[in-house]
């Protein structure tokens, strides 16, 4: 998976403007704020820091978005998402993945506390192909200090309720799933302690009569138990840039993240899922399955089945079975 092409030209424009060491530096500052979860919160404190942001670590956050918002559309094909609320949106990136999983998307709004972030999400969209992009409204605003969120068929938080302290992220996400019409989203690192967050939102959200689309095939309670923890991998290109300032030889990366779909109405599921990355061999493939009964179960798929083998030779970690 690669960032559009006019996102990929804007960044590498805002980067071209910054000395490699300088960049390097900031990259490496980013890192370490992020291998923090008290100093997460502030990790993008100047422009410097928001160019790294959008060299290294924005066509990661865009992938695992368009990877959830791909599984979204698989469920629910029918889906019409015209209106759209990014809480916590950086430099807008939820926005890029969005447009191209909903062409007749018409009005973004991004919520950001940053202005360095905030002016670099204007100017990447400044030559989108999509008008919506170029017109976003972009506000700036602390979410803990609010819960007047306008109303959007799609409201999406990516890896900003991670860093806010969790009392304020659950109020968040409640003012988030208000103002969602139809659909509702999280997405966060895939690291046990994310997903363990995920999880406390799904039970909330089941609780108060949202429908689970994806990843859960059910809505019963969770299996995953002990040291297991739902995540999922999306693989992704890296730029020369990329390569350059993070002194990184492979030409890709695998982004690990957990997620959460909620919607407001019937919710169409996937009757089992792939919970991890198939192991294939010569004459059986094993998938690791979170099943509709609400139980992990591991399925040896041999050539003797062979509508099932035609599949799951070509099934991914992620994937509905
Ligand atoms: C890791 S970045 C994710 C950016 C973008 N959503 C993405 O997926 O690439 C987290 C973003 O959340 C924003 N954020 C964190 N806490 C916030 C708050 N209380 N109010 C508004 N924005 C916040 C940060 O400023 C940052 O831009």
Redesign the pocket.
């Known amino acids: 998976m690669q960032l559009p092409l006019s996102l990929r030209l804007a960044i590498e424009r805002e980067a071209d403007d910054i000395p490699t060491a300088e960049l390097t530096e900031a990259a490496e500052q980013l890192s370490r704020s992020y291998r923090n979860p008290t100093a997460a ?1 502030n990790a ?1 404190a100047t422009a410097r820091a928001g160019a790294a942001y959008a060299v290294v ?2 066509p990661a ?2 992938a695992a ?1 368009r990877a959830v918002l791909n599984e979204l559309k698989r469920a629910v094909p029918d889906l019409q998402i015209e209106s759209a609320l ?1 809480l ?4 807008g ?2 926005g890029w993945a969005a447009v191209e999983t909903f062409a007749e998307l018409r009005r973004i709004i991004f ?4 202005k360095d ?1 905030i002016a670099l999400g204007r100017r990447l969209a400044r030559d989108a192909a999509e008008p919506v992009l170029r017109d976003a409204e972009w506000r700036r ?4 200090a609010t819960d007047d969120f306008p109303s959007s068929d799609l409201v999406v938080c ?3 309720l991670g ?2 302290e969790l009392t304020n992220a659950r109020r968040v996400f409640r003012a988030g799933v208000e103002a969602a019409r139809k659909i509702f989203i999280a997405v966060e690192p895939g690291t046990p302690k994310n997903f363990q967050f995920i999880k406390t939102l799904r039970d909330e959200a089941i609780g108060a009569g949202w429908r689970i689309v994806a990843p859960c095939p059910h809505e019963l309670a969770c299996p995953m138990r002990g040291a297991d923890w739902c995540h999922f991998a999306q693989r992704l290109e890296r730029s020369a840039r990329h390569r350059k300032i993070k002194k990184g030889e492979l030409g890709y990366e695998d982004e690990k993240f957990s997620y959460l779909i909620i919607a407001r109405d019937s919710a169409q599921r996937a009757p089992a899922r792939v919970i991890a990355r198939p192991q294939i061999q010569k004459s059986c493939v094993r998938l690791e399955l979170c099943a509709a009964d609400g139980e992990l179960v591991s399925l040896n798929v041999t050539r003797k089945n062979r509508e099932a083998w035609k599949r799951a030779r070509k099934i991914s970690w992620g994937d509905a079975w």
């Open positions: 919160a993008i670590r924005m956050t865009f978005v990014d916590g949106a950086g430099p990136t939820v919520f950001e506390k940053n972030l605003i602390d979410l803990t990516s890896y900003s860093e806010i």
